[in-house]
């Protein structure tokens, strides 16, 4: 394997291996859909290719203009078959999900249908009336720190699994504040990571943001303010990490607010943010029902605050605010990204309350236990750091299993007895043996 700051010197070389690709072919073998979803570019078509390559199936690209107006015509031709029907960017062309749900009603086994699009399937009307209870979502994110450097992580299966984070091994991180800023800056869309940092990156992002607007958000909704999306997507860039505040967009952008809720559901259909919902609101009347905002990609909010690493390195006090928002949105999304990997369900949510306290992140697995997670940007975790996990740990007792903090020193260490503080880089570094079990 090659260190990763020697590869980061240049552009990112090969196909990442995915950890969705056994995720898929396990779910294939229990519903007879699956819809994968993610951004575009992110590696959906290339899961589908290597999908279709193991079982001999073509894969059919609706993506392609001439494809869609054959497939349209004649939608039940291109689903009728004893095998895995492969089709990318179904979204084109919704009238097959009206012939998918033609052909379930004659045969229900397992493994008929595997469907990617750039587009959420809960946004497409076609979707939810025709498959309900038919058909498996798996999400498609960006690569995650793992899968760019070769490795397999294990740090949120193991808690998923009920197996703590026990021997947390006295090894000392070497990650560098520059390899994070780096890490984190460069995000994971796997184009993006192909080009050097710099200028031919920063013109990929631009040409990437303006291809989803121009291209899959008009798909879904003939706006009238197209001009706007990039500014609205600026904005929420700059609240990315924090509890959504529509009036304050509103204000910063000048757009009526039914008109931004509007286009904010649009972004979020194409998969450039996603809200994280308020967690807790049964524990009491003080805690905040609002969800907060993430951009899907650090790399894309890193670009659309023009967040360099050279610009963190610099210690601006207004760089180094910005940059905690943008690490949490970076580790909120790693852990989602291998929460995603496992069968085990999980809700996820964030906890705040109208004093001020709150926790990033929480993982509620169904036998009612809580996994907490905050997010420091510093190197030193002080007393303050863990208002919002001891207002938590009141409130669920028992039930909150473990408290995570991540934070940019180097030693992982329990404090007070119970919260295990952990260095950022253990997300995609601790191995097996190192986490108990």
Known sequence: MIPYHERMRGALTGLAERRLTD?????LTEEPVIVVNGPRTVGKSTLLSELGQRTGRPV??????????VVRNDPARFIESGSLVLIDEYQHVPELLNAIKAQLNKDLRPGQY??????????????????????????????????????RETLVSRLLDGEGTGDLSPASS???????????????????????????????????VNLVIDKDVIDISRIRQREMMPR??????????????????????????????????LLEAVFLVQRL??????????????????????????????????KIAQADPAALTEYGHLMETF???????????????????????????????????????????????????????????????????????????????AHAYVQDGWVNVLPLDRLWTLSPRTLGG
């Open 331 to 409: 580790a909120v999304g790693e852990i989602l990204k291998q929460a995603g990997w496992s069968d085990a369900p999980v809700t996820a949510g964030h906890f705040r309350t109208s004093a001020g306290d709150e926790v990033d992140l929480i993982l509620e697995r169904d036998d009612g236990q809580v996994i907490a997670f905050e997010v420091k940007s510093g190197s030193l975790v002080q007393g303050d750091d863990l208002k919002g996990l001891r207002f938590l740990s009141d409130r669920l007792g028992d039930r909150l299993e473990t408290a995570i903090v991540l934070y940019t020193g």
């Open 174 to 208: 070497t990650t560098s504040r520059e390899e994070y800023a780096d890490r984190i800056t460069s995000g994971g869309m796997p184009v993006a990571l192909r080009r050097p940092p710099g200028r031919s990156r920063s013109r990929w992002y631009s040409n990437y």
């Open 277 to 310: 919902p308020a967690w807790g609101t049964t524990l009491g009347s003080r805690v905040a029902r609002h969800p907060k905002m993430h951009l899907v990609d650090s790399g894309v909010m890193a670009w659309l605050l023009n967040l360099t690493p050279q």
């Open 23 to 27: 995720v898929i072919e396990r779910r």
């Open 60 to 69: 059919i690209d609706c993506d392609d203009p001439g494809t869609q107006a």
């Open 114 to 151: 595997l469907l990617a699009g750039s587009t959420r399937y809960a946004t497409l009307p076609q979707a939810s009336q025709a498959l309900t209870g038919r058909v498996d979502i798996v999400g498609v994110p960006p690569l995650s720190q793992g899968e760019i450097d070769g490795r």
């Open 232 to 265: 609205l997507l600026g904005q929420l860039a700059a609240r990315s990490g924090q509890v959504l505040n529509i009036s304050g967009v509103c204000s910063a952008t000048g757009m009526e607010k039914s008109t931004t809720e509007n286009y904010i559901n």
